[in-house]
Nanobody, 117 residues
Framework: QVQLVESGGGLVQAGGSLTLSCAAS????????MGWYRQAPGKQRELVAT???????NYADSVKGRFTCSRDNAKNSVYLQMNSLKPEDTAVYYC???????????WGQGTQVTVSS
């Protein structure tokens, strides 16, 4: 069964922190690079962080130094620690494998992050 379940979003003031979690089915997660994406109102979905199966990470310039991506391979889960949040970080956040996300194959429901100024 294919599954992506994101959680942990919410409303936070600028400068605050949130940690997002994503539980994925093994078919999506196992051995694959995973990514966190976000889509703000009226904008295209963008990739903000990736993590390989061995834990190497990469970040978009807009979040570098503020967001940290991690994964727990035993739990088929990936996380996004978000610090120093800005209003422009407001978006629906999704996780996906980089392979599936790039090809727009399947998406979960996402989790809303709203940062107030």
């Amino acid at each position: 069964q294919v599954q992506l379940v994101e959680s942990g979003g919410g409303l936070v003031q600028a400068g605050g922190s949130l940690t997002l979690s994503c539980a994925a089915s093994g078919s999506i997660f196992s051995g694959n690079a995973m990514g966190w994406y976000r889509q703000a109102p009226g904008k295209q979905r963008e990739l903000v962080a990736t993590i390989t199966s061995s834990g190497n990470t990469n970040y978009a310039d807009s979040v570098k130094g503020r967001f940290t991506c991690s994964r727990d391979n035993a739990k088929n889960s990936v996380y996004l620690q978000m610090n120093s949040l800005k209003p422009e970080d407001t978006a629906v956040y999704y996780c996906n494998s980089v392979f599936w996300g790039t090809r727009n194959i399947y998406w979960g429901q996402g989790t809303q992050v709203t940062v107030s100024s």
